[in-house]
């Protein structure tokens, strides 16, 4: 892997705080915006702020999937920011199909962008970027969460309520890595986190 000398530390730990941050409100936003639409009906289309806010999140994940290959280049952080923007289209479109398509769009996403989250951070475990296990607790955990999504899309009751749950989890694990890779910055050591 090629790395600065500080092992791409410095970029990814601002890039890891700024994403877990406004993951987090994200969060709060959509739950907010869901909430004040009649979500009772799977197959009502949401409204645009709703629409809006899907459209951004696998965005927000796209822009930081870029800066991210900017510092650590790695294919597979290129192969996510693809998926990404792809999502972010599928999820626009969603939108208008109601409740039932946007989570299981946002469930087949959740699985491929975990899988590929938790192979950066299988990739990234050496002594200048730590053991990664925030990055690898929430790939796997996207990974997982993803399935159950796409499962419960097929439900008799799906509810977007989750994807506010699912946002503010892999914001507080951005944040926590961003904390890790912050103290070993001030350590100024090798030694694994």
């Known amino acids: ?3 600065t000398t500080d092992g791409g530390r410095g970029p990814l730990t601002k890039l890891y705080l700024i994403r877990g ?3 987090v409100a994200w969060a709060v936003a959509f739950g907010q915006a869901y909430q004040s639409a ?3 009906d799977p197959h009502m289309s949401l409204g645009a702020v709703a629409i ?7 965005l927000l994940d796209a822009v930081s999937s870029v800066i991210d290959y900017r510092s650590v280049p790695d294919r597979v952080t290129a192969f996510n920011s693809a998926l990404s923007t792809l999502t972010a289209v599928g999820l626009g479109i969603a939108g208008a199909s109601g409740i039932r398509a946007v989570l299981a769009g946002f469930g087949a996403w959740a699985v491929i962008s975990g899988g590929a989250q938790f192979a950066v951070g299988l ?12 990055t690898l607790v929430s790939g796997g955990l996207s990974f997982i969460v993803g399935i159950f999504y ?5 439900g008799h009751q799906p509810s977007l309520s989750v994807l506010s749950v699912y946002a503010t989890g892999g914001g507080i694990f951005f944040i926590v890595q961003a904390g890790l890779l ?3 910055a001030r350590r100024g050591t090798v030694q694994p986190v």
Do not use: W
């Open 1 to 3: 892997m090629n790395t």
């Open 21 to 23: 941050v406004l993951a």
């Open 38 to 40: 009649d979500s009772s």
């Open 52 to 58: 809006v806010l899907l459209v951004a999140y696998p």
């Open 123 to 134: 990739r990234r475990r050496g002594p200048e970027l730590g053991k990664q296990i925030p």
């Open 150 to 154: 796409a499962a419960q899309a097929a």
């Open 182 to 184: 912050a103290r070993k």
